[in-house]
């Protein structure tokens, strides 16, 4: 039976580790974040994580139900930093633009972590705060219920499946990115346009354009999508064409 989180005005009452320092979610995330970093998601461990935090590693299951528990926190707290950098300006189509930029940004500023959490589902605040925004802006918009949803839906899989697929190039080892990445010019660009006429002809362009996330590109077509949809269900109601 796995162990009872402790509310949190109990843990504030614990002593200090033997570091000095009063832990919290907070301070117990961050370091995660540290460690995912250094480590990967394999050196992630209650035994570690608790060394580098000068705690006992059952401490970690005071304030969360297990690894799991964790990791929830994690994505939550990736998506709170991504709200956090993000101004709404009143205009639908820039605030969904500006917000999943700026949740792609967070997802890879920490790419061990984005690998780790980017197909979770935490139903945590901040993560619930970020979806009742972007239903919000959509109906806001004009957009009927389940038309709100169909965006959000492709909205939201969208930054993470690209926050998943680009962090995944970030957190291999350097010499191996950029073995990958000279790929387009030592291999592609070298193809004989006898028998790879297509990629010969384009081997330039492929090259400035293949070692860049194509996440915009593809967030303004879903956008121009979006705002087409819009548009022809006002038509509609209008009765104009």
Do not use: C
């Amino acid at each position: 039976m796995p162990k009872k989180v402790v509310a949190e005005a109990e843990r504030r009452r614990r002593r200090p580790t033997r570091q000095g320092t009063v832990l919290s979610e907070k301070l117990i995330v961050q370091t995660a974040l540290r460690m995912l970093r250094e480590h990967g998601s394999a050196g992630l461990t209650a035994r570690r994580l608790g060394a580098a935090l000068g705690a006992d590693p059952s401490t970690l299951y005071r304030y969360f139900a297990g690894l799991d528990g964790l990791t929830r926190a994690i994505g939550e707290e990736l998506m709170g930093r991504a709200l956090d950098s993000w101004t709404a300006t009143g205009h639908w189509r820039a605030d969904l633009r500006s917000l999943g930029l700026a949740i792609h940004a967070s997802y890879l500023a920490h790419p061990q972590a984005a690998l780790l959490t980017a197909s979770r589902v935490t139903g945590r605040p901040r993560e619930i705060e970020v979806d009742e925004t972007i239903l919000g802006i959509l109906r806001g918009a004009g957009f009927g219920d389940a038309e709100s949803v169909g965006v959000y839906h492709a909205f939201i899989d969208l930054a993470l499946a690209f926050a998943s697929l680009d962090a995944g190039a970030l957190a291999i080892k350097d010499e191996v990115r950029e073995a990958d990445e000279d790929m387009w010019t030592s291999t592609y660009a070298r193809l004989p346009s006898e028998t790879h006429p297509h990629i010969a002809a384009t081997s330039h362009l492929l090259a400035d354009r293949m070692n860049h996330s194509a996440y915009p590109v593809v967030l303004d077509t879903l956008l121009n999508r979006a705002e087409a949809q819009l548009t022809a269900a006002r038509n509609d109601a209008t009765g104009t064409e």
